[in-house]
């Protein structure tokens, strides 16, 4: 570890605890990618149906309308021990479709069920462990940590992805779930060896005694209008949503249509496409953890969405799987280097007490992705990609202008707070 110090992208694997929570981020992300590609395929297979591919799509994230509270629960009960609680569920969750599987019980209703359960818990994943990384690294590594921490979601959907098609082809769906199951285990194992924060501060009254705690709800209003009366964080959830909306849908949940329906091919080829914007998505957290503490966040922000946005307007007129491979790669990668800044900027410019909090409301906005996969469903079949992939893009383009023009001095100016 001591070799680390030198290498500035490098420097919070020093923190032994960060060590701990990286490695269980891996298992439970290889976890998330696997089923991801395991799932999507079956309803896509087992229905024909991108109406159900796209309610499966949806289901993941149905949590997301009670993030906050997740991230109240974190700011009370401490954010390890919530992470740690969240990552059996899902192990249990998976040890249940595989045993389905097993009885030969298993059916796309049953699984759809099933999917709505762990999307009520999933989506506040990614929040809750931004919140606890920013508790255990000093604040001078936060970008870096926070890059590397995204670099296990982005390698897990190149390698997840991969293998959780292969383990399917010589092992079976319920097999292969037994082995996500235990890549959930591990990983809620892992979590729980992190040594948790010191717990909040008892608050006293002027008498010394022990005041009552204030509601979840309380704290959960606190939290929103925290956010709401500090410019620069309102304008990055507006951009969060936004995005999810409009530009995830047409470079994550509807991979599995453009593989079956536009470019031919089988479930292989479907994880080489979702390889390719994990890839790089992977090249973009490396140059985040590399370029550390000199990356302008507001600015990042802005700049790489809107190229996102390009690319996947690219990515909807590319012939071959090979070419679509090629711009989903630079999607990737801008997709990467814009959130990442967008998430250190929300935990630089929070107070500690309410970063929780914040990247709960933080994880509110993804119920864009959602929203966004169920108005496609019939865009797609009345319209086609190419058609609902420019209406798309050109609406989230608009948007994320408009809003750039309204919080221009929050975002872009270089002595701007979201540019510390």
Known sequence: MSKLSRISALAPFQVRD???????????????????????????????????????GSLIYLGTLVSPMFGVMGDRIGHRNLL????????????????????????????????????????????????????????????????????????????????GAYLVAQLGMSHAYIAIALFYLLGALATQRVQPPPPRQILRD??????????????????????????????????????????????????????????????????????????????????????????RAGRMTVVFVLIWYVMLLAFSRMPTPATGFAVLMVAGACQTLSLVSLSVLLLRTSEERYRGRVMGVRMLAIYGLPTGLMLSGPLLASQGFVATSTLYVAFGTACVLLICWRWWRYLWPLDAKANG
């Open 84 to 163: 740690t609680g969240m990552r059996l569920s899902y192990a249990c969750l998976a040890a249940v479709i595989a045993a389905l599987g097993l009885a030969g019980n298993l059916s796309p209703i049953v699984v759809l069920c099933i999917v709505g359960v762990i999307g009520m818990i999933r989506p506040s994943d990614l929040g809750v462990r931004a919140a606890l990384v920013s508790a255990i690294v000093p604040p001078a590594q936060l970008m870096p940590a926070t890059s590397l921490a995204r670099t296990t979601v982005e390698s897990a959907r190149i390698t997840g992805a991969i293998a």
């Open 206 to 295: 002027a008498a010394g005694d022990v005041m009552a705690h204030p509601s979840p709800w309380r704290d959960l209003k606190e939290g929103i209008v925290y956010v709401w009366r500090a410019p620069q964080l309102l304008a990055c959830m507006l951009i969060a949503f936004i995005v999810n909306l409009t530009a995830y849908p047409m470079s994550n949940g509807l991979l599995p249509y453009v593989a079956r329906e536009i470019y031919k091919i089988d479930q292989t080829g479907l994880s080489y496409l979702v390889a390719g914007f994990a890839g790089g998505g992977l090249i973009g957290s490396i140059a985040l953890s590399v370029m550390g503490t000199r990356v």
């Open 18 to 56: 960060y060590r701990r929570l990286w490695c269980g981020d891996l298992l439970t992300s290889w976890a998330f990618e696997m089923e991801n590609i395991i799932l999507g395929w079956y309803i896509l297979v087992e229905t024909g149906s991108v109406v159900l591919l796209a309610l499966y």
